[in-house]
């Protein structure tokens, strides 16, 4: 008789994998450079509107979008980010991410790329230029530079060109490569704002640089000190400022940024913009064709890669992951995230319904070999817990990708502690170069590789194929794609054939079957347990169906 002890039915990605027929789509709501747009039309639909949307046009239209590339215009908002359900990245074509809420994006699961370095060098010249505009006879003057980053850096280097003596002050700043640029440190604003004859800010205008000078600051300055800003409206209080201007505590200012762009009318902003004091450039700090060329190729470049399916390697929510790494780690992203959905379907279930034991589960992921001197496994974390979810979830776990796969563990009472085995007796790959272990945490009432649930499954890559080769206590190989059936049976005369009579008549075929043995003598009294193993050709219609009762 045909009287199977457990059996569990697993459905997984066939070798097409998820990827829907439909062509990606890109919007770029304003004007971006073609160079990189380039690089993406040959793949994904890109509709330019380099005329800009209104908030409202933006919201109707981003769900059907995938991708979002934006410069400084539009305002990526929390509303943006829920509304745009396929939305995967957005890129910002240039480096600051003050119209971008980037902890909704994360939220959201939505990857955010900028161009860290793109349009450094036009920054840097537009600040020459507003220096110069303000003012000659610059040789031998003193510069103040609040901010060393890459900007203050760069503009630092152009300014002792022009021979200035260069004084600054970063709370990043590193005193050798200072010294080496020929930048004296000053220990605070304190010190610097009485001795400079010109300052400029490089920072991103956080809480802690709004308004960062003041009226008290500006009143230390010398009276015929000039400010310049080509990072952000906001940093010199607009208010203060207009007032060291027109009572003379400073003789001028250069400025390309405002806390309204352009300046609304009547506007502090656009006072100072009018001012006879003041030379202003509307934002053009990073307006030259190469900047505009690099951070478009810059931004549009990581799009593909990650449209393509592909891991970030520098996004501003995710952790870098560096090319070699990301090699090594692309194979076992796609064995981590089945052996999460095998998890699910063949344990889960045990477990009494939607996630029951998915949900407050604490897991253990081991690996061996070479994937166990991989430090940053950070992607393999998050395919396992798409894996987990991806059946019990309704967007079968696409929504789920290393940008918030840690808030969706924790969300879910998920606990994954990823364990490097590092040679000695653990170092247990053997034949393959790597191997992952799957375990539920040995204090659970089922767990561990030897426990009598055997709640485990280990996995390795060969070629492009990955592989099952522990379930529990069972010694198999099996590749986790299309639909399986998992029997756990007597090792009894007929029952092989009893499951395919059985299958046959309802119109299933049976692709390959394995019998997967007992790693060792079962000591439970009646006779040994076997595992079988069925891939077969189930009717989609009739497996689904069977997925959803069992859920
Ligand atoms: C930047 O953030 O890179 C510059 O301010 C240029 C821009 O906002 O587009």
């Not at 510069?143 to 503009?155: D, H, Q």
């Amino acid at each position: 008789m045909l009287t199977p002890r457990s059996f569990s039915l697993c459905l997984f990605p066939t070798a097409s994998g998820y990827s829907s027929p439909d062509r990606l789509r890109i919007l770029v709501p304003e004007k971006v450079s073609p160079d990189g747009l380039a690089l993406l039309s040959a793949e994904f639909d890109v509709d330019s509107r380099p005329g800009g949307l209104s908030a409202d046009e933006l919201i109707a239209c981003i769900p059907s979008y995938h991708g979002l590339i934006v410069r400084s215009e539009t305002r990526v908002t929390a509303a943006v980010l829920s509304a745009g359900r396929k939305l995967r990245m957005v890129a910002r074509a240039a480096v600051g991410m003050d119209n971008i809420d980037v902890g909704a994006a994360t939220k959201n699961g939505v990857i955010v790329v900028n161009s860290p370095a793109g349009n450094i060098v036009a920054a840097a010249e537009h600040t020459v230029a507003l220096l110069l505009a303000t003012a000659r006879n610059v040789g031998r003057k003193t510069l103040g530079i609040i901010g060393l980053g890459k900007v203050g850096m760069k503009v630092a280097r152009m300014f002792v060109g022009l021979g200035m003596q260069l004084l600054a002050v970063g709370p990043y700043a590193s005193p050798a490569l200072a010294k080496q640029a020929g930048i004296e440190l000053a220990a605070g604003l304190a010190d610097l704002l009485p001795v400079v004859d010109f300052l400029t800010i490089h920072t991103p205008l956080l809480a802690s640089t709004l308004d960062l000078l003041g009226e008290a600051e500006f009143r230390q300055m010398k009276s015929p000190a000039r400010v310049l800003n080509v990072a952000r409206g906001g940093v010199y209080n607009e208010a203060a400022l207009l007032r060291a201007l027109d009572q003379g505590w400073i003789a001028g200012a250069g400025l390309d940024v405002f806390t309204t762009e352009p300046p609304e009318k009547g506007s502090v902003a656009a006072q100072l913009a009018a001012h006879d004091k003041v030379v202003c450039t509307p934002h053009l700090g990073a307006s030259t064709a190469e900047a505009q060329e690099n951070v478009s190729l810059d931004v549009c470049s990581q799009m593909l890669t990650i449209l393509r399916g592909g891991l970030p390697t520098a996004a501003v929510n995710a952790p870098l992951i560096l090319p070699g790494e990301y090699r090594k780690l692309q194979p076992y992203v796609k064995l981590v995230e089945r052996m999460g959905a095998l998890y699910t379907q063949h344990y889960a279930p045990a477990g009494g319904g939607r996630g029951g034991m998915v949900g407050g589960t604490k897991f253990e992921l081991v690996y061996e070999g070479e994937l166990s001197g991989v430090s940053n496994t950070r992607p393999l974390f998050a395919a396992l817990v798409k894996g987990l979810v991806s059946v019990i979830s309704d967007s079968g776990g696409r929504d789920v990708n290393i940008v918030n796969a840690t808030l969706i563990a924790k969300d879910k009472g998920i606990v994954i502690n990823e364990i490097h085995e590092h040679g000695g007796s653990g170092d247990g790959a053997g034949a393959y170069a790597s191997l992952v272990t799957l375990r539920t945490r040995s204090t659970s009432r089922l767990a561990g590789s030897g426990g009598r649930g055997g709640q485990m499954i280990q996995g390795y890559v060969s070629g492009k194929n990955v592989y099952i080769s522990k379930l529990g206590r069972f010694t198999a190989s099996f590749i986790p794609e299309g639909t399986l059936v998992i029997l756990h049976n007597y090792d009894e005369p007929g029952k092989i054939g009893g499951v395919s009579v059985a299958l046959g008549k309802h119109g299933i075929n049976i692709r390959f079957m394995q019998v997967a043995s007992l790693e060792e003598e079962d000591e439970e009294g009646d006779g040994r347990w076997i595992l079988l193993l069925l891939v077969s050709r189930v009717c989609r219609r009739e497996a689904e169906t069977e997925a959803r009762r069992r859920s």
